[in-house]
Nanobody
């Protein structure tokens, strides 16, 4: 499974970005999809996850109320809408897939994208 992220970039604090994850050679519908952030000097953090059916979502406390994850299995896409961005949201964001279809810790995801950089700075 090859995952491709898009939508990263640089934004001022308080701004918004929308990340997308897709694959062109397979389907995402059997996988739980997580967005995992890696900041310099910090451990990887699962900021959000959505189960394969889309019926359940998980958010890290640090992003609750600001980030929203969604999926469109017909379009083979998972999106992460990030609002009210803060400097501490900066990092490389990876899209990752877990075959069991349930959300899990970062170390248990089976497939990873290349990552997209998000920089929040004034």
């Amino acid at each position: 499974l090859q995952l491709v992220e898009s939508g990263g970039g640089s934004v001022q604090p308080g701004g918004s970005l929308r990340l997308s994850c897709t694959t062109s050679k397979s389907t995402l519908e059997d996988y739980a999809i997580g967005w995992i952030r890696q900041a310099p000097g910090k451990e990887r953090e699962v900021v959000s996850c959505i189960v394969s059916s889309g019926g359940n979502t998980v958010y890290a406390d640090s992003v609750k109320g600001r980030f929203s994850i969604s999926r469109d299995n017909a379009k083979n896409t998972v999106a992460l809408q990030m609002n009210s961005l803060k400097p501490e949201d900066s990092g490389v964001y990876y899209c990752a897939a877990h075959f069991d279809g349930i959300c899990t810790s970062a170390r248990d995801y089976d497939y990873w994208g290349q990552g997209t950089q998000v920089t929040v700075s004034s």
